[in-house]
């Protein structure tokens, strides 16, 4: 079985400051991880996938994220918040096993002036 | 290029009624998806198709759900008769290949308030 686990229901940061949003993952087979955004009255929104390159992955609206074997982790970062990143993010894992994409719970980004 | 369109985007119905939601995958996408995610809970699967032919129908909840493809372009899902616990936002997503090469493309939601 495949599964996500993302650490933070809600996070607030600072316009200006990093953001650091965590995922955990579970999987039996090599998987490929993903983080969606969504945005009010949006649909889901690929920001940047890993499917076992380059561990380092950079996404769009300069977010990133590092798959950690050793950790079981794919944690989302950015160097400096934007009010227009306040939205919610969900981690997802396939693994090809099942056609199906497993999301997390979803984090709630908050960000302040 | 259009994108993955649902209709319609908010639907309240009353315990016992049937709805029917719709979903317009991008042009040319044979796989296409339907998930579901209950108030602050996980985005839950629900099935699959490829074309008009359900792939994984794993994630359907019970028999009360009804999902199809006729002709392979647009799906519907129904629900019949409604219950308060279908209460979500129902997301579509479709993609032209497999989702560890090809990326899903998902709608805005339909969100169903069962009352």
């Known amino acids: 079985a495949q599964s996500v686990t993302q650490l933070d229901s809600h996070v607030s940061v600072s316009e200006g400051t990093p953001v650091l949003l965590r995922c955990n993952y579970s999987?039996?087979?090599?998987?490929?991880l993903f983080w969606y955004v969504q945005h009010p009255n949006k649909g889901l929104q690929l920001l940047l996938k890993y499917t076992s390159a380059a561990t380092l992955v950079k996404g769009i609206n300069g977010f990133e994220a590092e798959f950690k074997k050793s950790e079981t982790s794919f944690h989302l970062t950015k160097p400096s918040a934007h009010m227009s990143d306040a939205a919610e993010y969900f981690c997802a894992i396939y693994t090809g096993t099942a056609s199906k994409l497993t999301f997390g719970t979803g984090t709630r980004l908050q960000v302040t002036l | 290029e259009a994108g993955v369109t649902q209709f319609p985007s908010h639907s309240v119905i009353e315990k016992g009624q049937t709805v029917t939601l719709r979903c317009d995958p991008i042009?040319?996408?044979?796989?296409l998806y339907w998930y579901r995610r209950v108030m602050g809970k996980e985005i839950k699967f629900l099935l699959h198709?490829?074309?008009?032919?359900?792939?994984?129908e794993s994630g359907m909840p019970n028999n009360r759900f009804l999902a199809e493809r006729t002709g392979g372009t647009y799906s519907t899902l129904k629900v019949q008769p409604a219950e308060l616990e279908d209460s979500g936002v129902y997301f579509c997503?479709?993609?032209?290949?497999?989702?560890?090469?090809?990326?899903?493309?998902f709608g805005q939601g339909t969100r169903l308030t069962v009352v």
């Open positions: 999987s039996s087979y090599s998987p490929s």
């Open positions: 198709f490829v074309k008009e032919s359900k792939q994984d």
């Open positions: 042009s040319g996408h044979d796989n």
């Open positions: 997503a479709s993609s032209s290949g497999t989702l560890r090469h090809t990326e899903a493309f």
